[in-house]
């Protein structure tokens, strides 16, 4: 949860209905992991943000997320060209916007809207809730 949005644990049966992509095949030792973000502050200090604002502090996103939890290289499928095999990892890419607000300095709330690249999938929304900024 937080590293490709749209593919939360909640979200997972969802995706495997529409896409093919199983738990399992995003499960694993390690990670690989790539992300893409573009951010524009959105509330917050006159001099940095779109709108001024004293107290509150956001931020406007555009991201692209890919990666894949694998146990070894052999098990990676960058392709896809096996979907029903649960014994290949899966390396899954998202796209979307996201709005990030600091509360108080000591956590983020980052709701967002991700579309999953996957054949058959539907746009997503989720909530991420991040310790610090």
Known sequence: MGFVHGFNYNQLDGIKERS????E????????MGNVEIRLPLTGPERLAVIKSGYLL??????FDGGTAYDSWKTIS?????????????????TGVSLRVNLFGAIIVEPYYALPLLKGS????GLNLVPGW
Do not use: A, H, W, Y
């Not at 995003?26 to 690989?32: A, E, F, I």
């Not at 960058?78 to 998202?94: C, H, K």
């Open 58 to 63: 956001s931020e406007l996103g555009i991201f």
């Open 25 to 32: 095949q995003l499960s694993g030792q390690k990670l690989l």
């Open 78 to 94: 960058f392709s896809g060209s096996d979907p029903n095999d649960i014994s290949l990892s899966r390396f899954v890419m998202s």
């Open 122 to 125: 539907k746009p997503i929304f």
């Open 20 to 23: 093919g992509v199983t738990f």
